[in-house]
């Protein structure tokens, strides 16, 4: 099968060009994320679990970025004039090992993405059998994808074009149905959660912007997958620009999801914190000649969600929702 498209040197240039921006994006978006883990918290309050993906996240974008600019340095100046044919040979030859590694390196960075959704799924439905699916999905996206990387690094110069490798096109397929899978599967049962508690609730804080900022980074990471997908499928040399920048998309759609939920979060606390202390002083100079003493017996009812969005966002959000219902106040003397 002949690949189509713009021309490999070309797609390489392309392709890191567009990674870089959008891995500094990712780097900011980094920042921001650990400020949304640290703000405000000792050291045992930090979920440690997201912090180290977060690390992850960006140490294996930073090491990618760094082999596409070396391999792209190698095909456009070290053997421009050497390699038979010029660069646009130099980037079809699969067998270069900075090729394998890039691969080995999106394949981690993508099974690492779909794992913590997976994860996340997990918390939030409190029950292994929901995952059993995107499980079993996520496990033969990392036998594909390694397997994919295996046969590139034994191929040769002569190996040809990698479009005729089956498994590279289930990879994508496999983990474009995880993640839809398993967003849907997160998105349908904080939504439930969400209606539930929604009548009992006293505090104006709720689920809506977790709910919205999971399902923006899972439309988010599918919009740029599913065209990989089809590149793929089509052989075309897109799918070279488009793999490229879905590394740090996939880094992008998990900082933005604890980046939101923490602007969110502060905000509220902090429009809630100025109109209780505005309120309060208003009421204080309204009432204060004509105060007497009451006392008033409030009885409470407790419904308690036990999911936490510490676990599923890294972030804090209060599940407990409180029902007052007040008797009659009795006049003291």
């Keep these: 099968m002949t690949s189509r498209g713009i021309p490999l040197d070309v797609a ?16 900011l978006m980094f920042i921001g994320t650990i400020w949304a883990l640290t703000y ?7 979920n440690r679990l997201i912090a180290a993906v977060t690390i992850m996240l960006l140490i294996l974008s930073t090491a990618h970025m760094i082999v596409d600019i070396i391999r792209l340095e190698d095909g456009l100046v070290k053997y421009r004039d050497t390699f038979p044919d010029g660069p646009a040979a130099f980037f079809a030859d699969v067998s270069q090992i900075t090729y394998v590694i890039k691969n080995a390196i999106y394949i981690l960075h993508t099974l690492l993405g779909d794992g913590v959704v997976i994860y996340r799924c997990y918390v939030v439905w409190h029950s292994a059998k929901i995952i059993i699916l995107p499980s079993l999905l996520w496990c033969c996206s990392a036998f594909t994808g390694f397997s994919a990387v295996y046969s590139v690094s034994q191929a040769t110069s ?14 994508f397929a496999l983990t474009l149905s995880t993640n839809l899978i398993s967003s849907g599967l997160l998105a349908y049962r904080i939504w439930k959660i969400e209606c539930n508690v ?27 997958l599913f065209p990989t997908l089809v590149c793929f499928v089509c052989s075309n040399n897109g799918q070279y620009v488009m793999l490229d920048m879905l590394m740090p998309i996939i880094s992008i759609a998990f900082y933005m999801v604890l980046v939101r939920v923490a602007i969110s979060k502060h905000a509220h606390d902090y429009l809630s914190t100025t109109f209780h ?20 017996h409030i009885s409470h009812f407790t419904q308690i969600n036990h999911t936490s969005t510490n676990d599923i966002v890294g972030e804090d959000l209060p599940l407990t929702c409180k029902v007052k219902s007040v008797q009659e106040p009795s006049c003291a003397a």
């Design 198 to 224: 929604s009548a009992m609730r006293t505090s104006k804080r709720s689920l809506t912007p977790v709910l919205r900022v999971l399902v923006d980074a899972a439309i988010l990471y599918s919009v740029v």
């Design 158 to 171: 002569n190996a040809g074009n990698i479009f005729t490798k089956a498994t590279g096109q289930t990879f």
């Design 277 to 296: 202390r505005g309120a309060t002083d208003e009421t204080e100079q309204e009432t204060l000649p004509s105060v007497k003493p009451l006392r008033v």
């Design 40 to 46: 405000k918290r000792r050291l045992q309050e930090i």
């Design 12 to 27: 390489a240039i392309m392709s890191t060009v567009l990674e870089a921006i959008l891995y500094g994006f990712s780097v």
